[in-house]
C-alpha cells in the first residue's frame, strides 16, 4: 500500500520568515495530494490540495509543488504569522479508497 | 451550510465495554471516512463507507467496524475495548470517493479507555 513519509516533524520558524514540509510517497498511481491544518482540539482542515497534471499550485501565502518523478511534494508558507502555528499533514491517494497521510509537523510561528 | 458532526465529542469507557460513534456528513456527501489520530501512530485509516458499502477497510481488527445508513449517515464500534484504543476518532465527509476529492473533518470523537 501507500506510505507517505513527512519531514520536519517540528519546526520553528520566527514571524515573516518562510516555513518549508516535505513529503515523499511510495504509490506511482497516487494522483492527489491534499494538505491540512489542524489547531488544537479541532479537526484537521484541507487548506490546498494538488493533482498530478499540476506541477504547483498557489493560494495567498501558500504554496504546494509536485515532483512526480521523485514522488515528492512540499508545502511552502511564506510570511508566516502566529496563526499558522498548528499541526500540518500531507496525504496521498495511493492504495485503493482512502488517503494515506504522513505523521504531521508541528509548526510554531514565534512572534 | 453545516459540517460534518461528530457525537459525543468525549466519552470514557472502561476495558471491555464497547463504544458506538456517530456521525452526520454534510449535505449531500455520500462518501464517510473514519480515521484514528494518536500521538504516536499519527492519523490512520480505518474504513471508508460510499453509498452504504464499504469501500476499504484499514488495518485494524475485527473489534472495530462501521456502517453506513441510506441518508449517509455513519457509525462506528468498538467492542471489547483495550486501553490502547484510546484516541481521537475522526469522521470525514466527501461528495465523491474519499480518493478523488476533498475530505471535510468533523471535530471528532475523544474516547478515553480507563
Redesign the interface.
Known amino acids: 500500500g501507500e506510505n507517505v513519509e513527512q519531514h520536519p516533524s517540528t519546526l520553528s520558524v520566527q514571524e515573516g520568515d518562510s516555513a518549508v514540509i516535505k513529503c515523499t510517497y511510495s504509490d506511482s498511481a497516487s494522483n492527489?495530494f491534499?494538505w491540512?491544518k489542524q489547531e488544537l482540539?479541532?479537526?484537521?482542515?484541507?487548506i490546498i490540495?494538488i493533482r498530478s497534471n499540476v506541477g504547483e499550485k498557489k493560494d495567498q501565502r501558500i504554496a504546494v509543488t509536485l515532483n512526480k518523478t521523485a514522488k515528492h511534494f512540499s508545502l511552502h508558507i511564506t510570511e508566516t504569522q502566529p496563526e499558522d502555528s498548528a499541526v500540518y499533514?500531507c496525504a496521498a491517494?495511493g492504495g485503493?479508497?482512502?488517503?494515506?497521510?504522513?505523521?504531521?509537523t508541528r509548526v510554531l510561528v514565534k512572534p | 451550510k453545516a459540517g460534518v458532526t461528530q457525537t459525543p465529542r468525549y466519552l470514557i469507557k472502561t476495558r471491555g465495554q464497547q463504544v458506538t460513534l456517530s456521525c452526520s456528513p454534510i449535505s449531500g456527501h455520500r462518501s464517510v471516512s473514519w480515521y484514528q489520530q494518536t500521538p504516536g501512530q499519527g492519523l490512520q485509516f480505518l474504513f471508508e463507507y460510499f453509498s452504504e458499502t464499504q469501500r476499504n477497510k484499514g488495518n485494524f481488527p475485527g473489534r472495530f467496524s462501521g456502517r453506513q445508513f441510506s441518508n449517509s449517515r455513519s457509525e462506528m464500534n468498538v467492542s471489547t475495548l483495550e486501553l490502547g484504543d484510546s484516541a481521537l476518532y475522526l469522521c470525514a465527509s466527501s461528495i465523491r470517493e474519499a480518493n478523488t476529492g476533498e475530505l471535510f473533518f468533523g471535530e471528532g470523537s475523544r474516547l478515553t479507555v480507563l
Not at chain 1, 96 to 104: A, D, E, I
Open positions: 492527489y491534499p491540512y482540539g479541532k479537526g484537521p482542515q484541507l490540495d499533514f491517494n485503493g479508497n482512502k488517503l494515506t497521510f504522513g505523521g504531521g
